[in-house]
């Protein structure tokens, strides 16, 4: 289960800084914790024998750790295990508007984002393996590790689980009208913000599944939490 972090603030790195807008850019523990929490998913970008890759995976936080899950055979968790694990930089996107401007060139979008940038190791202990594990499922959907079964030897030495520890880490973020130049105020063309939200449907069981096993009723009427 996820934890908030204490109160504080990241201190701004050359690696967190942004070139571009730095004025969007916050580094307080509350702030960047709440968007990783509400993201499900994230992009890990890393080195490999000298090419960039970037690939989705699952993450979660606990207190101020992040897990990133992979497969024991992926290139992430071969580097991670390596001794001294390797650089990596996680990021998250949430979108929360499409801006719609006068003019082309304002275009924008009203979203939160951050960035951690740390060393990804692999988890080892037998423990904090199935912690991180369970974890992701919940992150997954709140409360669904009462609702399956542990995984079993094998499926752990299955899986991997890569550890960043949330130290050097930013947030930006854009809310609002679109910045429309004050010449183009008068001109014929709607501006304003178009909402994105993110919604679940109804649960559809799965077709193996004995017609008496009812719904779990947080699955049922499905939310995550929001900002």
């Known amino acids: 289960m996820t934890t908030e972090s204490s109160e504080g603030v990241y201190p701004a790195t050359e690696r967190t800084t942004p070139t571009r807008h730095s004025d969007r850019a916050r580094y307080d523990v509350q702030a960047i914790s709440a968007v990783l929490d509400e993201a499900i998913t994230c992009h890990v970008g890393y080195v490999d024998d000298g090419e960039p890759i970037v690939v989705p ?3 979660t936080r606990v207190d101020d750790q992040l897990y990133l899950h992979t497969s024991s055979g992926s290139r992430l968790a071969k580097l991670a295990g390596a001794e001294g694990g390797t650089p990596v930089c996680v990021t ?25 940038r740390g060393t990804g190791t692999a988890v080892t202990d037998g423990q904090e393996k199935l912690d991180a594990l369970a974890a992701v499922v919940e992150h997954i959907a709140q409360g669904r590790g009462r609702h399956s079964r542990p995984p079993t030897g094998k499926e752990l030495a299955a899986t991997a ?16 009208p679109p910045n429309d130049d004050e010449g183009d105020h008068e001109l014929p063309y709607w501006a304003g913000v178009i909402t994105v939200r993110t919604s679940y449907g109804p649960a559809f069981p799965a077709p193996d599944l004995p017609y008496d096993v009812p719904v779990p009723q947080q699955l049922a009427n499905y939310t995550r939490r929001t900002r």
């Open 161 to 176: 689980l890569v550890r960043v520890p949330i130290a050097e880490a930013s947030l930006k973020s854009r809310n609002g």
């Open 92 to 116: 998250v996107t949430l979108l929360d508007g499409l801006v719609l401007a006068r003019s082309q060139f304002n275009h924008s979008m009203n979203y939160r984002s951050v960035v951690v």
């Open 57 to 59: 995976t699952i993450h």
